[in-house]
């Protein structure tokens, strides 16, 4: 018999961590993420009976699965460590299932990589949590259930090769339905007018034209500006009232997974997967000289803004120390946790609040700091006071015209000295002089604008994280794969940080909404999302859920399966091996040209963009191409041209 204890966790980085903390007693060995999963190739789940999934071996992963049994081999106490959500549960639940089946596996959950915590939740390991297994499980279950049965149905109406998601193709209907909003809108003109005035002091500011006869002006074109403007100029203009008043700017909570990923493009330009990767490996470990890899930062999958006493009582201090007690509110800021979070977890924050950034600027990649940064100063900046802003608005009455102008200033910066919003800056453009009420103003200058209404923006990583999170779809683990699988699988491309769905996405969402309506609907995949949830908290049966899902869509399946038919878009062409139509296909990579006598003939050639290939001599044309590093342009000559480039020629000064 060992006298060690085998401790398993998911990730190399993770066991070198907590090796160090456990110390020579312990043998923390990586089980490098899943090893068990449902089959590839086949559906996986007896549907007949209670939807019972068969699960297996992931190819390749037999060799990792036959180490961690020789591992085990005459070890008594055997801890599973893997990460303290629904997925971690079920790796740890399948190993255990798996392998060890015949001895006492415990779990051991802890939200931070820290001595006292990973000491703390090994002095009280636990039982697995069944039920949270069973959420997982169910989530596996429907979703290959609809991606198994779905996946066809694609192949016989556009392409062989593509696939659907349950959770994915409502994200995709965001981007396609934003996409023909966008497409839908047409600018409508409008027209604003700005007035200068100068005090009795000589000091001149500018004020908005807000009411002509008691109503909100509506001024569409530069006629109507200009007839407003002239029957301005002669009048007479007076301060009419002038408002104070005291505007508090609170705090925002400490990150979640969804407002760590929406803060983090727009402040650091970071898409989903790249933020958390990095927030990973700061959660995970990094070695920071002599103290060894040490995890700086809480779990980050997590819906929770709570955060641990310890925690708090340990920033309190440190705001104290460092800003001062007029900084500290009397009480902690409690935050309101959303319906379903996982109280069990805590928000994202620094595992030590005594390591600022700068003091492991050595010990970090650029990236990594920039996000431990962002991190570590909204969670102090989380548990300050308010920032205090004067507010002055002025109403300037001209007969029957109201102009008003308004302007911020900073009082008491209070948590802005440690985290600044993006808006701070506005507060700062317009400054009021001092003025009194009944003053004369004089008119310097009159400023017509001419401005255009705008469409909706397209989503960014960040906006769509929040789009999804507000309409209930998908939970922290699932957002930024979510995002990369459309990406990966070409229905949305990111183009200068925004999302553009392709004409491939676009076809597969209208396939999806006409022939099924209910998987694509917001509301019901937010309620299935409810429903896992409430099987993990035991208030519902993972069999009840999946009834209950599975009769309407085996309808509309079967509806789809009886009237889906293959479009032929014939292109007027005739093959030049065998003279019937040349008809336009798709695959996943896209459409291309085919002869419709396949597969008896072969025949086929890509679809060129048009635009002819800018080396001289060559008379191709640009085929757009994609490779394990993305899309790029190439000549149709090639290979006898080699011509190559990530734009088309005339799109490069835009890029």
Not at 65 to 93: F, M, N
Not at 346 to 367: F, G, H, K, Q, W
Not at 540 to 566: G, H, M
Request: proline share 5%; aromatic share 10%.
């Amino acid at each position: 018999m060992k006298d060690k204890s085998l401790v398993i966790v998911e990730s190399p980085t993770k066991a070198k961590t907590i090796g160090k903390i456990l110390g020579s007693n312990f043998s923390v060995v990586s089980s490098m993420g899943h090893l068990i999963d449902l089959p590839q190739k086949k559906l996986g789940v007896e549907i007949e009976d209670k939807f019972q999934p068969s699960y297996v071996v992931i190819p390749g992963r037999k060799k990792t699965l036959s180490s961690l049994k020789k591992e085990a081999k005459g070890i008594e106490h055997i801890y599973v460590a893997t990460d303290p959500d629904r997925e971690g549960e079920a790796i740890g639940w399948h190993i255990k299932e798996r392998l060890f089946q015949d001895k006492d596996v415990k779990r051991v959950v802890f939200h931070e990589i820290t001595s006292q915590a990973v000491n703390e939740a090994f002095r009280q390991p636990r039982d697995f949590d069944i039920n949270m297994v069973e959420a997982q499980i169910s989530r596996r279950v429907l979703d290959r259930v609809v991606g198994y049965f779905l996946s066809p149905l694609l192949w016989k109406k556009i392409a062989r090769g593509l696939s659907a998601g349950r959770v994915q193709s409502v994200a995709l209907k965001l981007i396609v339905e934003r996409e023909k909003e966008i497409g839908r809108f047409i600018p409508q003109e409008y027209w604003e007018i700005t007035a200068e005035f100068k005090n009795k002091n000589g000091d001149s500011f500018l004020a908005k034209l807000e009411k002509v006869n008691d109503q909100k002006p509506k001024i569409d074109n530069k006629e109507e500006a200009e007839a407003v403007a002239s029957g301005i100029r002669a009048k007479d203009f007076t301060v009419s009232n002038i408002e104070k008043k005291q505007k508090r700017r609170y705090p925002y909570a400490p990150f979640i997974t969804s407002t760590l990923q929406q803060e983090a493009f727009n402040k650091l330009r970071f898409n989903a997967s790249r933020t958390m990767m990095l927030a990973q490996q700061l959660y995970e470990g990094i070695d920071i000289g002599e103290s060894g890899p040490v995890g700086l930062i809480t779990y980050m999958r997590t819906d929770s803004t709570r955060v641990a006493p310890e925690a708090i009582t340990e920033v309190r201090e440190l705001i104290t120390s460092k800003y001062g007690g007029h900084y500290l509110p009397e009480s902690p800021n409690i935050y309101k946790v959303k319906k379903f979070a996982q109280e069990a977890h805590e928000a994202i924050r620094p595992s030590m609040v005594n390591r600022p950034p700068e003091s492991l600027s050595r010990y970090l990649t650029p990236d990594q700091m920039k996000l431990y940064d962002l991190i570590y100063r909204r969670f102090v900046a989380s548990q300050m006071v308010p920032a205090l802003y004067a507010v002055t608005t002025v109403d300037i009455k001209a007969e029957n015209y109201l102009f008003s102008a308004s302007s911020t200033e900073l009082v008491f910066d209070g948590f802005s000295a440690v985290y600044n919003s993006n808006n701070e800056e506005e507060d700062k453009k317009n400054r009021i002089p001092p003025l009194e009420s009944g003053e004369t103003l004089q008119l310097l200058n009159l400023l017509p604008s001419q401005h255009f209404t705008k469409p909706p923006s397209r989503f960014s990583d960040s906006s769509l994280v929040k789009a999804l999170e507000e309409d209930g779809i998908g939970r922290p683990s699932t957002y930024a794969p979510i995002i990369y699988t459309l990406i990966h699988r070409d229905y949305v491309r990111r183009l200068k940080g925004y999302f553009h769905p392709t004409e491939l996405g676009t076809k597969v969402c209208e396939l999806l909404m006409e022939y099924f309506p209910k998987i694509m609907d917001e509301g019901f995949t937010a309620a299935m999302e409810e429903e896992l949830d409430e099987i993990e908290e035991g208030r519902i049966e993972r069999l009840k859920v999946l009834e209950d899902f599975y009769q309407p869509f085996k309808e509309s399946l079967d509806f789809a399966q009886n009237n889906i038919k293959k479009e032929v878009v014939e292109t007027g062409e005739v093959c030049p091996q065998c003279g019937k139509p040349i008809i336009i296909k798709w695959g996943r990579r896209g459409k291309f040209l085919s002869c419709s006598g396949f597969p008896e003939c072969k025949y086929s050639k890509s679809i060129t963009t048009g635009v002819k290939c800018p080396e001289a001599g060559c008379g191709g044309e640009l085929i757009e191409r994609r490779s394990s590093r993305g899309f790029f342009y190439g000549c149709s000559n090639y290979p006898r041209c080699r011509f190559v480039s990530k734009a088309l020629p005339d799109q490069k000064k835009d890029a």
